[in-house]
């Protein structure tokens, strides 16, 4: 049997490389998902403890639960998840940031275990899978998700975040954030490869994944901060599905 085609895409892979030894520097290139991580931990917090009947308010709400962060970079969040005492691993295809990750790990003195690979080259299975900011950086969208959804357990969760393909986000997304505020460099994002969605709806029902909620991710400039919205989806959002427990997975 021929092992799944690689969705890598190895220009997007370079770009990040080059700053991926200043992912933990909160004013770095990677500014924004500093800022976004308290919120959408919030959110996969909130959604695994309620799918898996765990106690939100639980410092170790995650104990036991096998967790993959798909394009962990860093591993801005598969620390505060092994904080919560889920078994975490972090892949990336960047050698660097996993590197970055590693050494971070070891000094905050957190038992993570990080990997050079792909999601295609990953066979372990997983109750949980996030795949947070990456889906519009591979190469193949549908084949990714594919990829993502065989990673997961019967009835488990998986967790993506990523920019919807509008006006706005093009507007904020691209010429805000990187043409006028400089927030993230040039080039970071294309708005071609955007997700609405529906299509990441579509392309998750394919693989038997079930949709369960979903919420906005907006930034308040007032507050310099991020918030979780339920109606304003429109730039960045964050969405979770279900397992539905296909045969032969």
Known sequence: MSSPKSTV????????????DRWWDENGPFKPLHRLNPVRMGFIKSQICEHFGRDVMALDALKGLNVLDIGCGGGLVCEPLARLGG????ADADTVAVDV??????NAGLDITYTK???EAITQKFDVVLALE???????????????ASLCRPNGMVIFSTLNRTAKSYALGIIAAEQILGWVPRGTH???KFVRPSELTKLARAQKLKPVAMNGLIFNPLKNAFALSKRDVNVNYIMSFTDQARKGR
């Open 9 to 20: 895409d190895t220009h997007e892979i370079e770009r990040f490389s080059k700053d991926a």
């Open 87 to 90: 078994k975490v691993t972090g």
């Open 101 to 106: 990750a590693r050494a971070h790990a070891a």
């Open 117 to 119: 690979k792909s999601a």
């Open 134 to 148: 990456i889906i519009e950086h591979v190469s193949d969208q549908a084949a990714f998700v594919e990829s993502v």
């Open 190 to 192: 294309s708005w071609r």
